[in-house]
């Protein structure tokens, strides 16, 4: 079975300080990865995915498939980046997403 | 936001009854899910459907059943709540040939059980 482990609950940075989220994975198969997330008041939405290979809001993340990981990150962190950020996992043929527990990622002025 | 709307957005019911949840998309995705959101556990899948009358149970089905009779509308339906079922309930949609994989999520609905 498919599983996102996401370490850290709670993750402090001061502004300006490099932020990386961690994800790991286990899956047997070829894994398609996301990381999504919820600002305060807002739906859930996506950030970016590994398929693309994009950079969103300064924020990048590499699929490692040797360390089973696909950690998010930012050189220099904002206070609009304080959010929620859950790491995701989509498997089978039916679309099926697994989430990680998240991350509460504050960014202290 | 995607056409994804959610109702009630609030409700505060008694332990033992029945409760239904609404998701409706005016997106015309193929995919829909329910997840329960809760501190420390994340997102986690309660059910989901790939198609009209499709469904199939996530990894926190017990307690929850599902119908989709149309494209547009998901119920998700506790059958006798209980008090660990107290949560914030997300539906999302999702459709591979139209937004790729990408899964888009309405506003949720905050369930209290008493």
């Known amino acids: 079975a498919q599983r996102v482990t996401q370490p850290e609950k709670l993750l402090s940075v001061f502004k300006g300080a490099p932020v990386e989220l961690k994800c790991n994975y286990s899956?047997?198969?070829?894994?398609?990865l996301f990381w999504y997330v919820q600002y305060s008041r807002q739906r859930l939405q996506l950030l970016l995915r590994?398929?693309s290979r994009e950079s969103i809001k300064g924020f990048t993340a590499d699929l490692n498939k040797g360390e089973t990981s696909f950690h998010l990150k930012k050189p220099f962190a904002q206070e609009e980046d304080s959010a929620m950020y859950y790491c995701a996992l989509l498997s089978g043929g039916y679309q099926k997403v697994t989430f990680g527990t998240g991350t509460k990622l504050q960014v202290i002025p | 936001d995607a056409g994804i709307t959610q109702s009630p957005r609030h409700k505060v019911t008694e332990t033992g009854t029945p409760v239904t949840l609404r998701c409706h998309q005016t997106?015309?995705?193929?995919?829909m899910y329910w997840y329960r959101q809760d501190p420390g556990h994340g997102l986690r899948l309660i059910h989901y459907s790939y198609g009209v009358k499709d469904t199939d149970k996530g990894e926190v089905s017990d307690g929850y059943s599902v119908s989709r009779s149309k494209t547009e509308d998901f119920l998700l339906t506790l059958e006798s709540a209980t008090s660990s079922q107290t949560s914030v309930y997300f539906c999302?949609?999702?459709?591979?040939?139209?937004?790729?994989?990408?899964?888009?999520f309405g506003p949720g609905t905050r369930l209290t059980v008493l």
């Open positions: 590994h398929i």
């Open positions: 899956y047997s198969g070829s894994p398609e």
């Open positions: 997106e015309n995705h193929r995919y």
């Open positions: 999302a949609i999702s459709d591979r040939h139209t937004t790729g994989n990408e899964q888009f």
